[in-house]
């Protein structure tokens, strides 16, 4: 496991140079097809800027986004004790713990690092399942912040935002920038800046998808080494498979940070998810039953 954890780290070190390197190129079109290399400077010092940004704020924007509330013990002692035993199980800092008012049944964790990481689950998922089964979920959640996953989807999230940003503004600039950019710029590098703004979304999500396919194997395999308890995180996966549902409020780039895909169900959605089939997460867990 511990390799593999290794192994993770090493592709998404790769993953994010990507996601730079992609940034870089659109910039370069953007300064080839105005003939102004400003706006290439300008393209990769906003980005950064406003990836910090995201990296800082992504957390807090998460729980905006999904309308999480923060609780305490008294708030739900049930779901805060089972938080607050695998803190101590785990040996992390206790996150702060947070309940979204949704039925559809999902979690997730969030934050920099562990020292300021978060856990939420929704209503949805603590009406429907056990004490194990949460336990279950929650260690998965937990796995999430011991391995660092949440830093990387943090990265990852900003990221995504960063071309999406990158994005609107080269279709913005294409169809209402000055009427002077057909005398000074290039015909072919107006066309090349649209291609790169189609296709950079796309190769976003699919690299966005890489990252996190593996890391839910890892943290389903995880929560069951913290809990020695392999049935809760199948019975938990086998909930989920049966009550999936999308959640109300829903953002692409927040995807990669929930246990079960939180999207409306289609084949688009399917395609650039970010989260393996259940049925193949089940399929590990009890292939892999003998050797936790």
């Known amino acids: 496991m511990y390799k593999q954890i290794a192994e993770n780290k090493r592709r998404t070190v790769y993953i994010i140079i990507g996601f730079v390197l992609m940034v870089g190129v659109i910039a370069s079109l953007f300064a080839w097809a105005y003939n102004d290399p400003f706006i290439a400077v300008w393209t990769v010092i906003v980005s950064i800027v406003y990836a910090v940004i995201q990296y800082y704020a992504a957390g807090s924007l998460t729980m905006?986004?999904?309308?999480?509330?923060?609780?305490?013990?008294?708030?739900?002692?049930?779901?805060?004790?089972?938080?607050?035993?695998?803190?101590?199980?785990?040996?992390?800092?206790?996150?702060?713990?947070?309940?979204?008012?949704?039925?559809?049944?999902?979690?997730f964790a969030t934050g920099r690092d562990p020292k300021h990481a978060a856990v939420?689950?929704?209503?949805?998922?603590?009406?429907?399942?056990?004490?194990?089964?949460v336990t279950a979920v929650m260690?998965?959640?937990?796995?999430?912040?011991?391995?660092?996953d949440i830093r990387v989807s943090m990265i990852v999230f900003g990221l995504v935002c960063v071309i999406g940003l990158i994005s609107d503004l080269a279709f913005r600039m294409m169809f209402y920038g000055s009427r002077r950019r057909d005398e000074e710029g290039s015909p072919v590098g107006y066309l090349l800046v649209l291609i790169a703004a189609i296709l950079a979304p796309i190769v976003a999500s699919i690299a966005q998808m890489a990252v996190s396919r593996q890391r839910e194997y890892?943290?389903?395999?995880?929560?069951v080494n913290?809990?020695?308890?392999?049935?809760?995180?199948?019975?938990?996966?086998?909930?989920?498979?049966?009550?999936?549902?999308?959640m109300k409020s829903q953002n692409v780039a927040a995807e990669a940070m929930y246990i079960n895909n939180p999207l409306r169900k289609g084949f688009f959605s399917n395609l650039f998810s970010s989260h393996p089939p259940i049925e193949k997460r089940i399929e590990r867990l009890e292939h892999g039953k003998k050797t936790f």
């Open 226 to 246: 913290i809990t020695r308890y392999p049935e809760g995180m199948i019975d938990a996966l086998k909930k989920l498979q049966s009550h999936s549902a999308p």
């Open 120 to 133: 939420a689950a929704t209503t949805g998922l603590l009406d429907i399942m056990n004490d194990k089964e």
């Open 218 to 223: 890892l943290a389903d395999a995880s929560a």
């Open 139 to 148: 260690a998965h959640e937990m796995s999430h912040v011991k391995n660092y």
């Open 64 to 107: 905006v986004m999904t309308g999480a509330k923060e609780i305490t013990k008294k708030d739900n002692p049930r779901f805060y004790n089972i938080v607050e035993n695998l803190s101590i199980t785990t040996g992390l800092p206790m996150p702060k713990v947070y309940i979204v008012d949704d039925k559809a049944p999902n979690a």
